[in-house]
């Protein structure tokens, strides 16, 4: 089983649709979860941080299952400007690095 | 906030050059770390450092070496570049073990020739 996994997609979606990605890992005992974004061409910039069950901000909630192992990102009334690759990492078991999932992509189209 | 710059967006070098690239971090973190990135392969961890002078091997380490003689700067070197290591490189840093959001540079996009 790889360390992080996630569906590549493509996510198309319609402006104001909600939509969901997860992403599952291998390592149970990792504390420590984010979800980056990262557009074409550019650095993946820290979206959200989960440390306990989830976390909210705005438009975005992310969500965590530590008994099936896996992270969700939800997004809510879908913006054109959300249309990106979404990154998910786990705390490798060195505690310094991270483990990166190869990305969702996601198209929000009006 | 955090800003981290990579000396290079855009390099272009030829086989069997010597090629060093350099990551500045502006906020006093511990830990930083080399990456690259290819379509299909996702972040792949070349090194890490958690302290000045100290460095661990990540995931990819074959091919390249990396010094970090001060806190803020991280380079990363490709000792005799070859073409598969034409990719994009990316530079991150993060505050300590118990916060280790990481933030990134804005890369570096080499090619070999």
């Known amino acids: 089983r790889k360390e992080v996994e996630q569906d590549p997609g493509p996510f198309n979606v319609p402006e104001g649709a909600t939509v969901a990605f997860n992403c599952t890992y291998s390592?149970?005992?990792?504390?420590?979860f984010f979800w980056y974004r990262q557009d074409c061409r550019k650095e993946p910039k820290l979206l959200m941080s989960v440390y306990s069950s989830g976390n909210e901000d705005g438009r975005f909630t992310a969500q965590l299952n530590r008994a099936s192992q896996y992270i969700s990102l939800l997004i809510r009334d879908s913006k054109l400007s959300d249309s990106a690759t979404y990154l998910c990492a786990v705390v490798s078991n060195s505690g310094y690095a991270l483990n990166f999932g190869k990305g969702t992509s996601l198209l929000v189209t009006p | 906030d955090v800003k981290v710059t990579q000396s290079s967006r855009y390099l272009v070098k030829r086989t069997g050059e010597k090629v060093f690239l350099e990551c500045v971090q502006d906020?006093?973190?511990?830990?930083m770390f080399w990456y690259r990135q290819d379509p299909g392969l996702g972040l792949r961890l070349i090194y890490f450092?958690?302290?000045?002078?100290?460095?661990e091997k990540g995931d990819i380490p074959e091919g390249y070496s990396v010094s970090r003689e001060k806190k803020e700067r991280f380079s990363l070197i490709l000792e005799s570049a070859s073409t598969n290591q034409t990719s994009m490189y990316l530079c991150?840093?993060?505050?300590?073990?118990?916060?280790?959001?990481?933030?990134f540079g804005p890369g570096t996009r080499l090619t070999v020739l």
């Open positions: 390592n149970s005992a990792s504390q420590s």
């Open positions: 450092s958690y302290d000045v002078k100290m460095k």
């Open positions: 991150a840093s993060s505050l300590t073990l118990a916060y280790n959001e990481q933030f």
């Open positions: 906020m006093d973190h511990e830990n």
